[in-house]
């Protein structure tokens, strides 16, 4: 079984850049299909941003398109989320999350990412 462990989160003003790291271990990422989401406090989690391994085909919610870039290191079994230009609506705790099938059924601890207006 697959663990994952995110870094990267912290506490960035507005118009900032942040990038965020997903650590697997346990097992590589090969054919996983590993997500993004977040939670913001008194809201329900939602996806941000999806990569799926081997094609390395993207997925993106409309709220992050052009802000944000998913992308995985093979070798390091790591996926990275670039998030530029971020705005106070994008603070949330961020969760990697892996799917080998259909359903997203492993998860990170999360990483809190707060932007400042």
């Known amino acids: 079984q697959v663990q994952l462990v995110e870094s990267g989160g912290g506490l960035v003003q507005a118009g900032g850049s942040l990038r965020l790291s997903c650590a697997a271990s346990g097992r590589t990422l090969d054919r996983y299909t590993v997500g993004w989401f977040r939670q913001a406090p008194g809201k329900e989690r939602e996806f941000v941003a999806a990569?799926?391994?081997?094609?390395?085909?993207?997925y993106y919610a409309e709220s992050v398109k052009g802000r944000f870039t998913i992308s995985g290191d093979n070798a390091k079994d790591t996926v990275y989320l670039q998030m530029n230009s971020l705005m106070p609506e994008d603070t949330a705790v961020y969760y990697c999350?892996?799917?080998?099938?259909?359903?997203?059924?492993?998860w990170g601890q999360g990483t809190q990412v707060t932007v400042s207006s």
């Open positions: 990569v799926r391994w081997p094609d390395s085909m993207t």
């Open positions: 999350a892996g799917k080998a099938r259909t359903t997203y059924d492993v």
